[in-house]
C-alpha cells in the first residue's frame, strides 16, 4: 500500500478510536490545498526546461504552514500529501504552533549546474507566489536542499515583497538569520530520544551498539552526537554502500573522510568492514536508525532487524506490515513524526529568534532542544499507556490536541 493510504487509514483509525466527531477525520483525510505547479529553468544550452513541483499544505489550526521542499526525481504528488500530514501530526506532538506543509520538486539536482540550481530554487518561491510567507506556510530544507538553496528562497521572497523577511524560511545559513544548531538539530534530536528510549529499557548507552542506515544530514549528526554520548556507531551506510565494525567505526575519521571525498560513498572509506546500504537495518545492535528514506523496512525484511530499538530518524522509512512484525517481534520502534522532530523544533526556535532578531547560542539551542524531545518523548510513552504501539499513541496525542484546537475555532 502506498505511503498516502497508509496514513489516511492511520487517520481514520485513530479518529474512530478516540470517538472524534466524523468532522475530524474528514479534515485531516486530505490536505487543506495541495499545489501543482511547473518551475522553469533555462538550461545551459539555451533552452527552457519546466519542472513539477508541488506544495501540500495539510492543516493550519495551530499556526501557519510548516514544511520543508526536497529535490529529488522520485517525488509524487502522494508523497507530499503524505509527508504534509505526518509534518501536522508532528507539530503537534512536539506542541509547536505550526501546522503541516511538504514541498517536492521532481529533479535530479546533479543534473543542474549552480546557475539552473539557483533559478529552480527562485522559481519555486516565484511561481508559488503568495501562497507562501511568514505568517502562511514557513519552508525548510530536506532531502538534496541545503542551507545555499534556502538563502535563495529567501532573497527571492524579500526581493517580491520589497523588505527582508527573515522568518520566511528556516534552514537559512547563520549570517542572514538561521539559527545555530539548525544543521544538526534533527540528528541531535534523534540522539536525544534514542537515549532516552535506551535509559527506558534499561540500556545504558555508554557502549550501547548503535546503526545508522542513511550518512546524510540526518544520519551522520545522529550518530556524531551518538558517538559523543559514549555509543558505539557499529555500523553505517549512504545510498552507495556501507561500513560495519563490532567495535565501533570512528565516527569523527568518518566525517573527515566524507567531508575530505565528496561525490564518493563511505563505504570507499578503509575504516570497517564494507557493507551494502540496507545492512545497518539489520546488523547485531541495540539501536537501528534508519535515516535514509521511505518504506526501508518491510513486512518481508522487519523480520531480519534484530535490535530491540528501532528510532525513525527518515520520515515514513517502516512500512505498515513491517511496523506490525516489528510490534509482534517485541521490538520499540520510536516513530518518525516523534523521532525526527527535532528539525521543525529548531526551525520554531528560528522563526521565533528571526522575529525578535535576537539569537541563541548553541548550547542554549541544544538545551531547548532537549527540553521539547524529552517531554514529546515522555507525552508519547504516557499516551501509550503500557501499549507496544508507540507511532499509534504519537497519533492519538496529536490528533486530540489538534481536534481540541479545531473545535475551538469553529471547524468542527
Ligand atoms: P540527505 O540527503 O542529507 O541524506 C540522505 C542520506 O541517505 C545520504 O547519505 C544518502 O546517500 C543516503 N541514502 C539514500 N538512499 C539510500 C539507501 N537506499 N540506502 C542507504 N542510504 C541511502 O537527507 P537528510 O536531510 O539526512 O534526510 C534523511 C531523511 O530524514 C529523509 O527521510 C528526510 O525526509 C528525513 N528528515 C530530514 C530532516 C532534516 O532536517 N534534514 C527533518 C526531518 C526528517
Redesign the pocket.
Known amino acids: 500500500m502506498a505511503m498516502w493510504g497508509e496514513m489516511q487509514q492511520l487517520l481514520r483509525e485513530v479518529t474512530t478510536e478516540l470517538g472524534c466527531s466524523p468532522s475530524v477525520y474528514s479534515v485531516l483525510k486530505e490536505p487543506r490545498r495541495v499545489l501543482i505547479v511547473q518551475v522553469p529553468v533555462r538550461r545551459a544550452g539555451g533552452t527552457t526546461e519546466h519542472f513539477t513541483a508541488y506544495r501540500s499544505q495539510h492543516n493550519n489550526a495551530c499556526g501557519p504552514y510548516k514544511g520543508?521542499i526536497r529535490f529529488h526525481p522520485a517525488v509524487t504528488v502522494d508523497e507530499v500529501k503524505a509527508l504534509s500530514a505526518a509534518m501536522t501530526i508532528k507539530c503537534r506532538v512536539v506542541n509547536i504552533p505550526f501546522g503541516g506543509a511538504k514541498g517536492g520538486v521532481v529533479v535530479d539536482p546533479g543534473t543542474l549546474d549552480d546557475s539552473e540550481l539557483e533559478q529552480l530554487a527562485r522559481g519555486y518561491v516565484d511561481v508559488l507566489g503568495t501562497n507562501l510567507g511568514p505568517d502562511k506556510d514557513i519552508p525548510a530544507?530536506?532531502?538534496?536542499t541545503n542551507s545555499r538553496i534556502m538563502a535563495w528562497m529567501f532573497d527571492e521572497f524579500s526581493r517580491r515583497s520589497g523588505a527582508n523577511h527573515f522568518s520566511f524560511i528556516t534552514g537559512k545559513p547563520a549570517q542572514i538569520g538561521g539559527s545555530r544548531g539548525r544543521e544538526e538539530?534533527?540528528g541531535h534530536g534523534v540522539g536525544v530520544v534514542a537515549l532516552r528510549a535506551m535509559r527506558r529499557q534499561g540500556l545504558d548507552p555508554v557502549g550501547a551498539r548503535v546503526a545508522v542506515?542513511?550518512?546524510?544530514?540526518?544520519?551522520a549528526n545522529a550518530a556524531a552526537m551518538l558517538a559523543r554520548e559514549g555509543c558505539r556507531v557499529v555500523a553505517c551506510?549512504?545510498?552507495g554502500g556501507g561500513l560495519h565494525d563490532p567495535a565501533g567505526l570512528p565516527v569523527d575519521d568518518l566525517l573527515a573522510w566524507e567531508a575530505a571525498h565528496p561525490g564518493r560513498t563511505i563505504g570507499e572509506a578503509r575504516l570497517g568492514r564494507p557493507i551494502r546500504?540496507?545492512d545497518p537495518l539489520y546488523v547485531p545492535a541495540d539501536v537501528v536508525i534508519p535515516?535514509?528514506?521511505?518504506e526501508q523496512i518491510t513486512g518481508d525484511t522487519a523480520g531480519a532487524v534484530q535490535a530491540p530499538i528501532i528510532v525513525e530518524?527518515?520520515?515514513g522509512p517502516t512500512t505498515r506490515a513491517g511496523h506490525a512484525r516489528l510490534l509482534a517481534d517485541g521490538r520499540t520502534v520510536v516513530p518518525d513524526v516523534l523521532a525526527?522532530a527535532g528539525?521543525v523544533t529548531v526551525s520554531y526556535f528560528e522563526w521565533v529568534q528571526d522575529l525578535n532578531s535576537y539569537f541563541w547560542d548553541l548550547e542554549d539551542v541544544r538545551a531547548r532542544l532537549a527540553v521539547f524531545m524529552e517531554r514529546s518523548f515522555d507525552d508519547v510513552v504516557a499516551e501509550a499507556g503500557g501499549a507496544a504501539d508507540l507511532r499509534r499513541a504519537a497519533y492519538r496525542l496529536a490528533v486530540r490536541r489538534l481536534a481540541d484546537a479545531m473545535a475551538a475555532r469553529g471547524w468542527l
Open positions: 520543508g530544507p530536506d532531502v538534496f538539530a534533527t542506515q542513511g550518512f546524510g544530514n540526518v544520519g551506510s549512504d545510498a546500504s540496507a535515516a535514509a528514506l521511505e530518524a527518515a520520515n525526527n528539525g
